[in-house]
């Protein structure tokens, strides 16, 4: 019994094996896409190109930077009293040497005065006693005084004469505090808030001053770049040419004005590895104002006549730096390159590519080695551009074109394509029953096997 259950069995297994096959063998063919779809054998895929052309790349370094006066000075009496003028506005542009403020200058005139009776009086007293001495003189030669009495007028000649030196250092001194009555600006800028008003008492100890005065024509600019980029800047220095600065606002978008670059700091942050540097803006529209943040364009210097791609086009894999070519047949080949120096948007070759050769930029995660590919086409039945009414030429069309979106859906025949040859592809597959069956939602190879 047990060994007519065990034949059953491997009866059952062997035709449940053959049933499989058979199956398997009559399954309909799978479905091929669409000319151009996704799934299409050897379909050309769609991508964008570029032509490699001749042009100048310039080598610019970006930094954060400080908007800093080149002068800022807190205005301050030197000499105490009551203020009793002010003649700034606040927000004001003043020139240096422009009356800012005055104080009482009533004491310091009397003292002026008290210095010079002083001075009179020495002055006096010294005549006098220059005539004694040459009276003294005569008699001393004519033997009528002793020497000792010619010496003593001699030596009292000689203290007038200090004292008058004395006097007049104390006038001088009293003419230059009634001076310092009248505050003046001591350089042409734009001052602050006023931080004391007229009627106040000031003094030369106060901390906070008169007014804030900040140069903001011209103005500098403090920014930072990697210590690693400090040769290139120091040796275009050293060769006497004039760095181009460029101050961008926050997001980058808007040019708040063009300087040069003046210094550069005497040594490196050991914290951050970046060197300071100082450049000079006119500052004719007032666009950067003190302390303001902006980002830094350093120009160093500029890559004339070279073989320029964008940046988009260059890949990076196991051959190394590389880009798709586009080849006559419409087929791609990996070139192998040498880059140099990018902007960010374009790169510069040194070997690899000539000028005129095309190269992918958009679509690239689908290409292969000799892939076939689709050039951009104007879309099928879009309206021409009426050539104008001047006679002159329609505007060249961009270096790249964009890629055309692979939605998966049938495409237009290329220009010089017999129609039947795009039709016979979907005539085939509706012979192989990989076409839908209308309204039964299934395969036509799987419905006729159902019945």
């Given at each position: ?80 009293g009551q203020l009793i003028r002010v003649n700034f506005e606040e927000g ?31 002055q006096a007293l010294l005549k006098n006693a220059q005539i004694d001495l ?178 988009a086009a260059i890949q990076t894999g196991q051959p190394g730096t590389f ?129």
């Open positions: 019994m047990k060994r007519l259950r065990t034949l059953v069995g491997i009866g059952l297994g062997l035709a449940v094996v053959a049933g499989a096959g058979w199956y398997i063998a009559h399954l309909p063919s799978a479905p091929a896409a669409r000319p151009g779809g996704r799934f299409a054998a050897n379909a050309a895929v769609p991508v964008g190109i570029a032509t490699a052309v001749k042009g100048d790349i310039p080598i610019v370094l970006k930094g954060l930077g400080t908007v800093t006066p080149l002068a800022m000075v807190t205005v301050k009496t030197q000499v105490g004001q542009m003043v020139k240096e040497g422009d009356l800012l403020a005055e104080v009482d200058p009533r004491p310091y005139e009397v003292a002026l005065q008290q210095a010079l009776g002083t001075l009179q009086k020495d040459q009276r003294y003189k005569t008699l001393v030669a004519q033997q009528s005084i002793a020497t000792q009495q010619y010496d003593t007028q001699a030596a009292v000649v000689s203290q007038y004469e200090a004292a008058i030196t004395t006097d007049q250092g104390l006038v001088d001194g009293a003419k230059l505090n009634l001076t310092y009555t009248r505050i003046t600006a001591p350089v042409t800028g734009r001052v602050g808030l006023r931080q004391v008003d007229r009627g106040n008492y000031v003094q030369v100890n106060d901390v906070n001053g008169l007014v804030i005065l900040t140069q903001i024509q011209p103005i500098s600019v403090l920014f930072t770049i990697p210590e690693d980029s400090l040769p290139a800047v120091r040796k275009r220095m050293a060769s006497g040419a004039t760095l181009e600065v460029k101050a961008m606002d926050r997001s980058q978008k808007v040019e708040l004005g063009v300087g040069k670059l003046v210094t550069t700091d005497n040594q490196i942050d050991l914290m951050t590895g970046t060197v300071k540097l100082r450049a000079v803006f006119d500052n004719t529209d007032q666009s950067l104002f003190p302390n303001q943040f902006v980002n830094v364009r350093l120009l160093v210097d500029t890559v004339k006549d070279a073989i320029v791609v964008p940046v880009v798709y070519l586009v080849k006559a047949d419409d087929t791609v080949a990996i070139r192998v390159i040498k880059t140099s120096v990018t902007d960010g948007i374009n790169t510069a070759v040194i070997d690899g590519l000539q000028v005129g050769d095309q190269v992918v930029v958009d679509g690239v995660d689908r290409l292969r080695d000799g892939a076939k590919v689709r050039r951009p086409a104007a879309p099928t039945g879009a309206p021409v551009a009426a050539a104008p009414a001047d006679g002159s030429t329609a505007a060249a069309l961009p270096n790249a074109a964009a890629a055309p979106v692979d939605s998966g859906a049938p495409t237009a025949a290329p220009a010089g394509t017999d129609p039947a040859s795009q039709a016979g592809p979907r005539t085939h597959r509706r012979q192989g029953g990989a076409s839908g069956t209308p309204g039964t939602g299934q395969p036509a190879g799987r419905a006729r096997q159902t019945q």
